[in-house]
């Protein structure tokens, strides 16, 4: 495909994709956000923009890198934008997710994780890969709704409350950061609305997906 954006560039280092980033955008419009992240002055950019209404925009072609993640990791991968495909969906920051725009991304997932062979697993979110600095796309976004289509994963009964919170955040691909702030990335995904200390629903949650879902298991991108 020829590229809308101009803010692209190489793989490092004959990379592949082996993951993709769920973001907001964070903007007004889907026009707005569009004009940005096809701005050169911006140094922003996604390979896919969905509009609230379920329009599905290529702005990068997919085997190239786009500007979408920055600094940040997950596992073993420290240059995500080298490793990932980026999807930026429509939206304020602060609202729901339409029914059309999450249809649309229901379709365009499993053609990309088909095309270069990502797990479910390894569709996340920014706030996942960047705890200290991310919230998107946020406490709105249905990952459980994802998860029952196969296209990302969910809690399915629970781990050892007794395991450690970290060491199981650790397991499953959550960077190191500062206290709190992998506990709260955690919580916006797979526990909406919570608050307060980590308690033993965080450390059982974490210790079963962790369990289930190992980063490290299969794949060691660096």
Not at 17 to 29: C, E, K, N
Not at 77 to 98: K, Q, R, Y
Not at 150 to 167: K, R
Request: aromatic fraction near 6%; include cysteine.
């Amino acid at each position: 495909m020829a590229a809308v954006s101009p803010n692209f560039g190489e793989r490092r280092d004959g990379a592949r994709p082996s993951l993709i980033v769920i973001h907001y955008t964070a903007m007004p419009s889907c026009d707005a956000a569009r004009d940005r992240l096809c701005d050169p002055a911006a140094e922003v950019s996604a390979h896919y923009l969905i509009s609230e209404s379920g329009v599905v925009e290529a702005l990068v072609p997919e085997e190239a890198r786009a500007w979408h993640a920055g600094s940040g990791a997950w596992g073993q991968v420290t240059d995500v934008n080298s490793h990932s495909i980026g999807i930026e969906l429509a939206n304020p920051g602060d609202a729901p997710f339409p029914e059309p725009q999450m249809a649309a991304l229901e379709t365009l997932l499993p053609a990309i994780m088909a095309r270069w062979g990502i797990p479910p697993e390894r569709v996340i979110g920014h706030s996942d890969m960047a705890p200290e600095r991310k919230r998107d796309p946020g406490p709105r976004f249905d990952w459980r709704r994802l998860a029952l289509g196969g296209l990302s994963v969910w809690p399915e009964g629970q781990g050892d409350p007794g395991a450690g919170f970290a060491t199981s955040a650790s397991a499953l691909g959550y960077p190191e950061a500062a206290p709190g702030a992998r506990l709260a990335a955690f919580r916006l995904r797979f526990r909406p609305g919570a608050s307060g200390p980590e308690d033993a629903a965080d450390r059982a949650l974490a210790a079963g997906l962790a369990r289930r879902f190992p980063v490290d298991g299969g794949r060691r991108d660096t």
